[in-house]
């Protein structure tokens, strides 16, 4: 079936400098993707999305950045912060209904 | 403006024993979504909701799994019997356009 996947479980930063967070997907026809933000004990909370026809878009410290050439979505944290602490999903939407998630990696900020 | 409400937040039951959750999705969104989320695993659909209508249930375990929107607007998922797998969060999510969902902050459901 189709899947989106994730390279890394747990990234650790330090303080202050930027976060790359990265994904993969196999459905070439999904035309719609969004990372997720998940603090502990919290439902996922939506950060940015990207449209299938854009290969970046970028928002208040983040941006994704999107090759569907190789199939990859990356998120851009700049000047990481302990509150970025969390697990980041991300997602993509299939047949434009049907939201499939990724496994997840968790990123941890230290001072 | 109000969130997604889900209760109960934690749920403890033994295998075999009923168990039911409840979601108030935000208000003025049509479409409601069940998810179920592993640890360790992003959610996984159970149910999609558009109003009372249940238009994708594709992966909800019918032998043991129910949910209902009657009205449109709250929903509850419910589980009898309940198995040692299903141990997981139940997320409930809503949206106005199926692109952008609000999520609640699950029930935690331990069986033992």
């Known amino acids: 079936g189709e899947s989106v996947g994730l390279h890394l479980p747990t990234l650790s930063v330090q303080e202050g400098d930027n976060s790359i967070i990265n994904c993969a997907y196999s459905n070439s026809a999904s035309d719609y993707f969004i990372w997720y933000k998940q603090e502990s004990g919290k439902g996922p909370q939506f950060i940015i999305d990207i449209r299938s026809n854009m290969d970046k878009r970028q928002g208040q410290r983040v941006t994704v950045l999107l090759n569907k050439t190789v199939k990859h979505l990356s998120l851009q944290i700049a000047a990481t912060q302990p509150g970025d602490s969390a697990v980041y999903f991300c997602?993509?939407?299939?047949?434009?209904?049907?939201?499939?998630f990724g496994t997840g990696t968790r990123l941890q900020v230290f001072p | 403006e109000a969130g997604v409400v889900q209760s109960p937040r934690y749920k403890i039951i033994e295998k075999k024993q009923p168990v039911a959750f409840w979601c108030n999705p935000i208000?003025?969104?049509?479409?409601l979504y069940w998810y179920r989320q592993n640890l360790g695993q992003g959610p996984e659909l159970l149910i999609r909701y558009e109003n009372e209508e249940a238009v994708d249930d594709s992966q909800l375990p019918k032998d043991r799994f129910s949910a209902e929107r009657l009205k449109g607007v709250d929903s509850t998922l419910k589980i009898q019997p309940a198995e040692l797998g299903d141990s997981a969060v139940y997320l409930c999510?809503?949206?106005?356009?199926?692109?952008?969902?609000?999520f609640g902050p699950g029930t935690r459901l331990t069986v033992l």
């Open positions: 997602a993509e939407l299939y047949n434009t209904d049907k939201l499939i």
């Open positions: 208000s003025g969104h049509n479409t």
């Open positions: 999510a809503s949206s106005l356009d199926q692109l952008l969902q609000f």
